[in-house]
């Protein structure tokens, strides 16, 4: 066997040998203790090699816009009309520099599988997807990339907006998004997405219920009409926020619905800890839905980014060990098992979601991410960088550790 390539001393799971990991023409060639041969090799000093992070809900067509967009109130209302306001200026060529710069800061944080929320409406039309749709082969090379197409300011009550969705989805969106809550019809608004992702055979991932008022949801509006189409384990809801605010019982039920209907939750505290309860002056909630709860009930839970440097959220490097933290932090988890569970998060769930095998096995591509510690805890905890990523065998990024300079 001629390899072209040779990684030493890496760990694939958590307590495991190191083990060597031989590469030939792009695929696992071998995963063996010692591997003789005089290839050209890398030293992963046993550190973790895994698949890469998966980011299951990023929004890549408004990101990096603080300087024309500023949310005065600071909550949702606030996001969504600074939004509004200057997407009227979004072009192709905007979208798409924007995008790139999130998507170069992802692939050098060990991201290689995306899920992106794009906008569509009669205001930006199918500018925004076509960006995307570019951006997705042009960086083909380092990652794959999912376009969720979706009506962020409603679909019953914007004229225009259903044709552009069918228009994005024959031209190539991977799958359908909703958002009920800003539809003056939210249940039609659900009701046609289903069927609209029956027709194109396609899955759905809704914004759902982002507040904190328990007293009405959508949520089981969309577990009925998932069970109802027979679409088990093809819906996805994102933010949630209703969830963070229920007593256990009652949280138990959403674990035991979402469980049953097949649905995946992804939450995203970087935006949900910015926007939700602006209305307290003191005691403020977090708004973040526990995820971890979910996780260890059965339901397919993921940790997203969301949003970088907008009106949503005003901050972001696309660091998924940064947000795994930094839920980790506000559920309040420390042991190794509940830190492993939130690398899970940003990693093998996401995988899951979006329906691609994070296998790491002798005849899969070379799609590899080494982090510098030796388990996935350590990961979370101490929110590690990745120090280089390949895909089909070729180098996709570096970020060598600091040297440390004594005098």
Same mark, same amino acid.
């Given at each position: ?29 071998t995963i063996t203790p010692n591997i003789a041969s005089d290839a050209p090799s ?89 960006a995307v749709k570019q951006l997705k082969a042009d960086y083909a090379w380092a ?15 914007? @004229?225009?907006?259903? !044709?552009?969705?069918? =228009?994005? &989805?024959? /031209?190539?969106?991977?799958? $359908?998004?909703?958002? +009920?809550? #800003? ?64 007593? @256990?019982?009652?949280? !138990?039920?959403?674990? =035991?619905? &979402?469980? /049953?209907?097949?649905?995946? $939750?992804?939450?995203? +505290?970087? #935006? ?81 979601? $979006? ?53």
């Amino acid at each position: 066997m001629t390899l072209d390539l040779i990684i030493r001393g890496a760990r694939l799971s958590d307590g495991a040998a190191p083990v060597d990991i031989g590469v030939a023409q792009g695929r696992i060639a071998t995963i063996t203790p010692n591997i003789a041969s005089d290839a050209p090799s890398l030293d992963a000093s046993g550190g973790m090699i895994f698949r890469g992070f998966a980011d299951s809900h990023l929004h890549l067509d408004k990101a990096c816009m603080l300087e024309r967009a500023v949310n005065r109130t600071g909550d949702l209302k606030g996001a969504l009309a600074a939004v509004t306001a200057a997407k009227k200026d979004f072009t192709t060529e905007d979208v798409y520099a924007r995008g790139a710069r999130v998507l170069e800061q992802a692939i050098g944080q060990g991201t290689t599988l995306i899920r992106t929320q794009v906008e569509i409406d009669p205001v930006i039309g199918l500018a925004g997807f076509e960006a995307v749709k570019q951006l997705k082969a042009d960086y083909a090379w380092a990652l794959d990339l999912q376009i969720c197409v979706f009506p962020q300011e409603g679909l019953l009550n914007y @004229p225009g907006t259903e !044709e552009l969705l069918r =228009a994005a &989805l024959e /031209g190539g969106a991977d799958l $359908l998004g909703g958002c +009920p809550y #800003t539809d003056t019809d939210p249940e039609g608004h659900i009701a046609l997405l289903f069927a609209m992702a029956r027709e194109f055979d396609v899955d759905l991932d809704f914004h759902l219920d982002f507040d904190l008022d328990t007293s009405w949801r959508h949520l089981d509006e969309v577990a009925r009409q998932t069970i109802a189409h027979g679409m088990q384990g093809r819906v996805a809801i994102g933010h949630v926020t209703k969830l963070s605010m229920l007593p @256990p019982d009652a949280l !138990e039920q959403s674990v =035991a619905l &979402l469980k /049953g209907a097949g649905i995946a $939750l992804t939450v995203l +505290p970087a #935006t949900d800890l910015f926007i939700t309860g602006r209305e307290h002056d003191h005691a403020v909630p977090r708004g973040v839905a526990p995820a971890h709860r979910f996780h260890a009930g059965g339901v397919c839970c993921t940790v997203a980014t969301n949003n970088v440097l907008n009106p949503f959220t005003p901050y972001g490097d696309c660091s998924l060990p940064r947000m795994a933290n930094l839920f980790a932090n506000v559920a309040q988890l420390g042991g190794p098992e509940e830190l492993a569970a939130c690398f899970a998060m940003v990693s093998s769930d996401p995988f899951r979601l $979006l329906g691609v095998s994070d296998r790491i096995e002798v005849g899969v591509p070379a799609d590899l991410v080494l982090l510098p510690c030796e388990s996935r805890a350590a990961a979370v905890a101490e929110i590690r960088r990745p120090v280089w990523g390949m895909r089909a065998g070729r180098m996709t990024f570096e970020a060598p550790a600091p040297r440390i300079l004594r005098p």
